[in-house]
């Protein structure tokens, strides 16, 4: 029987409007005064209570599905304005579905009722940075009016936008004092010092600047660099800027600091605008702790905020948009996320980096042909990338297209040539399985065995070599060493496991297999290949009975759905036994199943 999954939008707000039509409120929606028409949310509220569009919006929330949750916040608010929790919470949701304008305006309403909040205030803050009213700002961040606890993180970022709120006014002396003082604590010194070189650089005062960058770039990754070097070419350090863009890794990844260290050989004028203005800078703050927030092992909702946030105050900063498209990635958002690469190719700023994120993203929705199709309109922009090449041939290789993945995976190890070898042997590792699985083993072996030179310690690399040799007969020894140490390597790895113990079942040794295929079924109890090989084992060791029920088991998982499961097969070693269908295939027993790990399962390449 089919569930329903209650996390769909529109199937929460189905349960949502079931359950507010049992409620009193609902029954009586017509006893009720009109919405203001000035209060944007109430327009849009419907007459079924605030139960329904508040379990809806608690559950889009609970997906990441932002817009579904701002316009289901935005109706619970209607209902119960006076709730500074629905408040927030719709904000919230404006913010991250990229609603900013919205957001300003529910914002001021907010402290018009006097609900404000930190994220409120925040929002209100970019308001003014956005209007350009600068004094407005600065009686906001002023610190003597302030009546909430000190809290570091938030006290810093005030800070930091009443510095630029200072040169916005004009007062450039004022906000370096500020960002000195500042800068006295240790820990944000780096920080801090980021922006005081952009704020000196936009004043002229290069050589101070210049100074504050020297070292650790602390700016989010190109902005950071691209300061450093447009710095040193007002300063006729040219040399130094061309070095330190030549050293950076990925420089080939990057066209935005290839086209300035371009410029910079070229002797042609390079100009100081990573920041143009005082608002860029503020954008930058943003930026600087979106990054911060990201960088966490868990992190926190409000590094899309800041992200949003930024690139709404500074359009053209590219690393605000791609930043704000990653994290809707991370949330699964792809459609969203589209929209900001669209955006971004829309205003001429594709970079590399944008596109192989993209590409991963329509992937990872199941859109394979919008993905192979950016993934070989990247190829022809950039034809001397090899991550350009291997996400193509990556993309072919997981759609089974594997006699069409070679030649991509060809291009991009000639490309890495004179590369370190760290660089080559993941594309060596895919191209041998395109050719292990296009029927091409022997050219598939070298690229392995190649790789494993390269990764000795690389589990699931060792497992394909292993089993492709246990599956062929060939080099049994060898093959039972590289799987058993591939064990070592991820002991928790159920297709690992299950290699081990199918390695076990054609060599003949049925009792060792037991063991590891009983754990192997342990964490891919809903694999229908891995059931299926755990029958053959227990059939061989004269479990009969137990074989037979998790060949029906195997049978019950939609084992159609996997090329290498043969629900026919199974059903014959249900009707005849396995010995009589092993008798009937003859010669071809030694071959009766493929392994299910590292040439299907899509983490044996992570």
Partial sequence: METLNLTRPNLALTLALLLSLGAPAALHAQDRPSPRPEDEAKESAPVFGLAGPYLAARMAAVESDYRAAARYFAQAVAHDPGDAYLADSALVAFCSAGEIERGVKFAARMEERGDSTELSRLVRSADLVHQGDWDALLERTDPEKSTRP?????????????????????????????????????????????????????????????????????????????????????????????????????????????????????????????????????????????????????????????????????????????????????????????????????????????????????????????????????????????????????????????????????????????????????????????????????????????????????????????????????NLDRALELIRRAVELSPDDGYILDSLAWAYFRLGRYDEAVAPMEKAIGTMAADPLVNDHLGDIYWMNGRKREAETQWKRALSLNPDSNDDVDPERIRAKLERGLDAVLAEEGDEASLVVRQAGAGDNPRALD
């Fill in 150 to 474: 000190h809290r570091k993180d938030r006290d810093l970022m005030v800070g930091m936008i009443r510095a630029w709120a200072l040169m916005g006014a004009g007062r450039a002396s004022d906000a370096m004092v500020l960002l000195e003082e500042m800068a006295k604590t240790p820990d944000v010194a780096p920080m801090v010092n980021y922006h005081l070189a952009l704020a000196r650089a936009l004043v002229g005062d290069y050589e101070r600047a210049a100074k504050l960058l020297e070292g650790r770039v602390t700016g989010a990754h190109v902005l950071g660099f691209m300061a450093r070097a447009e710095i040193l070419a007002q300063l006729e350090r040219r040399d130094e800027a061309i070095a330190l863009l030549d050293n950076l890794p990925g420089l080939e990844a990057e066209p935005q600091l290839l086209a300035l260290r371009d410029a910079l050989k070229a002797g042609e004028p390079v100009a100081f605008d990573v920041v143009r203005t005082p608002a860029d800078g503020v954008a930058q703050v943003f930026l600087t702790f979106a990054t911060a927030l990201a960088s966490n092992p868990n992190p926190e909702p409000l590094s899309l905020i800041h992200a949003r946030l930024a690139s709404w105050l500074s359009p053209e900063m590219t690393e605000a948009r791609l930043m704000t498209a990653q994290l809707l990635q991370e949330h699964q958002q792809f459609d969203l996320a589209e929209e900001e690469y669209e955006t971004l190719r829309r205003k001429g700023q594709m970079r590399p980096v944008a596109e192989l994120a993209r590409i991963d993203a329509l992937s990872q929705a199941d859109r394979h042909d919008e993905a192979e199709k950016a993934a070989l309109s990247l190829t022809a922009a950039y034809p001397e990338l090899p991550q350009a090449w291997i996400a193509l041939g990556d993309l072919l290789r997981q759609q089974q297209k594997f006699s069409q993945a070679v030649p991509a995976y060809d291009k991009a190890l000639t490309l890495l040539t004179d590369a370190p070898d760290q660089a080559r042997w993941f594309p060596l590792y895919a191209r041998g399985i395109a050719l292990e699985r296009a029927g091409q083993f022997e050219r598939a072996e070298k690229d392995l065995l190649a790789a494993i030179e390269i990764r000795p310690d690389q589990a699931s690399l060792l497992n394909y070599l292993g089993y492709s040799w246990i599956d062929r007969g060939e």
